[in-house]
């Protein structure tokens, strides 16, 4: 199983990116998808997640109304598009997949992740 992440960058803030997980050796659309970001010297931190079998999803209150996660199941792919990105934003971003996910905020409940994209944001 392998999830790659991609698209992260350095933006100005304001800006916006396209995050995304291609993922290989899993059915994607058995699973809920998850990104999730780390920035340096802080715990990792949910931003979103999309139900496995539907389009329902769940955000961060951190970035809602600035991020949208999407999927595209023939494509096995998930993506996150972010905009009006602010400093705060800067981290690796990580996409994960838990097994017939149902909006799970904890990252303990995912069953694979992928190796993270930076995405860097400049004031």
């Known amino acids: 199983v392998q999830l790659q992440a991609s698209g992260g960058g350095l933006v100005q803030a304001g800006g916006s990116l396209r995050l995304s997980c291609v993922a290989s050796?899993?059915?994607?659309?058995?699973?809920?998808m998850g990104w999730f970001r780390q920035a340096p010297g802080k715990e990792r931190e949910f931003v979103a997640t999309?139900?496995?079998?539907?389009?329902?999803?769940r955000y961060a209150d951190s970035v809602k109304g600035r991020c949208t996660i999407s999927r595209d199941n023939a494509k096995n792919t998930v993506y996150l598009q972010m905009n009006s990105l602010k400093p705060e934003d800067t981290a690796v971003y990580y996409c994960?997949?838990?097994?017939?996910?149902?909006?799970?905020?904890?990252?303990?409940?995912?069953?694979?992740w992928g190796q993270g994209t930076l995405v860097t944001v400049s004031s």
């Open positions: 994960a997949a838990e097994l017939f996910g149902v909006l799970s905020t904890n990252g303990y409940t995912y069953n694979y």
């Open positions: 050796g899993i059915t994607l659309s058995n699973y809920g």
């Open positions: 999309i139900k496995w079998d539907g389009p329902s999803t």
